[in-house]
């Protein structure tokens, strides 16, 4: 079970950070959330071609010919020259306070899977971040990778539908929490998966009055795009 969950209830993840103030992935989002009161940040990976572990949403970068390019088709150093250092490695995150958490999610690289979780459980061993991370992914190949080679750190499943029987949700993909949608979650839902023993947080918050309902129903955490509706925790 992810520790977090269990120490701060509701817990406070903070969407690519404060990204409505800075670039969304970025350091300066993630202190600015961290210092706003946010828990933990939450970040989205990709993989380089030479196996750098990259903090960016989309898959693809703008050419200097304005097309697009892969970001697995590209070593670290071209993505460098292309974003103008724009750009952070997962590395690049020890530079965060120790006691901010940490939500990594990965994104589904296909044929590249397995080598993006290898690099991923590479550099997570290195950085000695075991106690501070809790992975997520739409992606049951992925949550499993993690699973035989990071078994003992906690791991989320995102989903963006209605949530099947606990039963049938178990038999899909065996993790610790589900990050649901809020448009897609039910009062009953949350109940049900936290009775089997599942830690629930909620995303796609349309505003600070939805957050606060969740979290009026127990909800285990939330993510959130704007760290300012935290001020609405306290009334």
Not at 107 to 122: I, W
């Amino acid at each position: 079970m992810f520790w977090g969950y269990q120490q701060m209830k509701p817990f406070i993840w903070a969407h690519r950070g404060y990204a409505v103030r800075y670039p969304e992935n970025s350091l300066q989002a993630f202190l600015d959330a961290f210092e706003a009161g946010a828990h933990g940040i939450e970040c989205d990976l990709q993989i380089a071609r030479d196996g750098t572990i990259v903090l960016a949403h989309d898959a693809e970068l703008p050419g200097v010919d304005g097309q697009p390019l892969r970001i697995k088709d590209l070593d670290w150093l071209d993505i460098q020259a292309l974003t103008q250092g724009t750009i952070n490695r997962l590395e690049d995150l020890a530079q965060l306070p120790k006691a901010l958490y940490i939500n990594l999610e990965l994104k589904e690289q296909g044929a590249l899977d397995a080598f993006f979780v290898d690099c991923l459980v590479h550099i997570i061993r290195h950085a000695h971040w075991q106690n501070r991370i809790l992975f997520s992914s739409f992606s049951g190949t992925l949550l499993t990778l993690l699973e035989e080679r990071l078994p003992d750190i906690s791991r989320a499943a995102l989903w963006a539908s209605w949530l099947p029987d606990v039963e049938e949700f178990a038999s899909l993909v065996h993790v610790d929490a589900v990050h649901v949608a809020a448009p897609f979650l039910s009062v009953q839902s949350l109940k049900r998966y936290q009775q089997a023993g599942y830690q629930v947080a909620a995303w796609s918050l349309k505003d600070a009055r939805t957050m606060t309902q969740w979290i009026h129903e127990g909800i285990d955490g939330v993510i959130i795009d704007n760290p300012l509706w935290m001020a609405e925790i306290a009334r």
